[in-house]
């Protein structure tokens, strides 16, 4: 099996400010705060897992207004264009209460080289939040529904010049797509079929050639699938047995990094972390003028 070739270069937002201040998903209770310190040495720890496997973790610092901003994987998609040039679409975040983040992180991609567009900002347009979309098999598989607008799909499809592969997302404890879906290599991937509507997930299923499936109830208490890979290591806040034969059956080795205090706040490893790698025409075929494909 082809390894995944990007999730070797991350970006990533150190918890300086992170806290519960108000509650946009099921997780969220102000009353129940993360402990700082903890939360700092558990993604210190992350980070230095990442590194020591071989990827390349790019801080970003945090607003003191911003504390979500910890999240990075809904700053923005980034990819490097066939001409090695790199290139974001910046996250247009549903709730205004994450906005100001791209305030900060799109003059910061700039500043590093990449160029910076949006399909929608400052609460107008179509809303995207880049933790729904992943690159597999060549597509953008992208959720929609809790966060990330049906529009956005065609805006990415056209400006990217790629196949985007819709899917409803319907349960409210996993309002993103990376909550529900970690692709492994080219024909493996973690799956929770109980985040989409019935359509999204027969079309999930039949897009992953090997699917790993996740019950509703392992994707809500353990966060598996907001993991990250990296080369044949999956980096995991925790991981079922049966997870774990299966992984460990196919070859891969898993690593279990406790980021619990970052749980409270709705999100796990791969939300911490943004792979800025993709490369249109390597891992996502160039479509002239884009296409959308949505479950029928």
């Given at each position: 099996?082809?390894?995944l070739?990007?999730?070797?270069?991350?970006?990533?937002?150190?918890?300086?400010?992170?806290?519960?201040?108000?509650?946009?998903?099921p997780?969220?209770?102000?009353?129940?705060?993360?402990?700082?310190?903890?939360?700092?040495?558990?993604?210190?720890?992350?980070?230095?897992?990442?590194?020591?496997?071989?990827?390349?973790?790019?801080?970003?610092?945090?607003?003191?207004d911003?504390?979500?901003?910890?999240?990075?994987?809904?700053?923005?998609?980034?990819?490097?264009?066939?001409?090695?040039?790199?290139?974001?679409?910046?996250?247009?975040?549903?709730?205004?209460?994450?906005?100001?983040?791209?305030?900060?992180?799109?003059?910061?991609?700039?500043?590093?080289?990449?160029?910076?567009?949006?399909?929608?900002?400052?609460?107008?347009?179509?809303?995207?939040?880049?933790?729904?979309?992943?690159?597999?098999?060549?597509?953008?598989?992208?959720?929609?529904?809790?966060r990330?607008?049906?529009?956005?799909?065609?805006?990415?499809?056209?400006?990217?010049?790629?196949?985007?592969?819709?899917?409803?997302?319907t349960?409210?404890?996993?309002?993103?797509?990376?909550?529900?879906?970690?692709?492994?290599?080219?024909?493996?991937?973690?799956?929770?079929?109980?985040?989409?509507?019935?359509?999204?997930?027969?079309?999930?299923?039949?897009?992953?050639?090997?699917?790993?499936?996740?019950?509703?109830?392992?994707?809500?208490?353990?966060f598996?699938?907001?993991?990250?890979?990296?080369?044949?290591t999956?980096?995991?806040?925790?991981?079922?047995?049966?997870?774990?034969a299966?992984?460990?059956?196919?070859?891969?080795?898993?690593?279990?990094?406790?980021?619990?205090?970052?749980?409270?706040?709705?999100?796990?490893?791969?939300?911490?972390?943004?792979?800025?790698?993709?490369?249109?025409?390597?891992?996502?075929?160039?479509?002239?003028?884009?296409?959308?494909?949505?479950?029928?």
């Amino acid at each position: 099996m082809e390894q995944l070739q990007w999730g070797r270069r991350y970006v990533a937002v150190e918890p300086a400010h992170f806290r519960v201040d108000y509650v946009i998903n099921p997780f969220m209770d102000p009353a129940v705060q993360p402990d700082p310190e903890r939360a700092m040495a558990q993604w210190r720890t992350m980070v230095a897992t990442l590194e020591r496997l071989g990827a390349t973790v790019d801080v970003l610092p945090q607003r003191p207004d911003a504390p979500d901003m910890v999240y990075a994987m809904n700053l923005g998609l980034g990819l490097v264009r066939e001409d090695g040039s790199r290139h974001v679409v910046m996250s247009h975040m549903r709730y205004a209460e994450r906005r100001m983040e791209t305030l900060s992180a799109a003059p910061w991609f700039a500043a590093g080289g990449a160029t910076t567009s949006y399909v929608g900002r400052d609460g107008v347009g179509a809303h995207l939040e880049a933790g729904d979309a992943f690159a597999f098999r060549g597509d953008l598989v992208v959720g929609y529904g809790p966060r990330t607008e049906e529009l956005a799909l065609k805006h990415l499809a056209t400006e990217l010049g790629v196949r985007v592969r819709g899917l409803r997302i319907t349960h409210p404890g996993m309002y993103h797509l990376d909550l529900a879906f970690c692709p492994l290599d080219d024909r493996r991937a973690l799956v929770c079929p109980a985040a989409l509507d019935d359509a999204s997930a027969a079309a999930l299923l039949d897009l992953v050639p090997e699917p790993l499936v996740l019950t509703e109830e392992e994707a809500l208490t353990t966060f598996c699938a907001n993991s990250v890979v990296v080369g044949r290591t999956v980096v995991m806040p925790a991981c079922p047995d049966h997870v774990r034969a299966q992984l460990e059956a196919w070859g891969f080795e898993v690593v279990v990094v406790d980021v619990s205090e970052f749980h409270k706040g709705g999100g796990s490893i791969r939300c911490l972390t943004n792979p800025v790698d993709l490369t249109l025409g390597r891992d996502l075929a160039v479509v002239p003028g884009g296409e959308v494909l949505l479950p029928a």
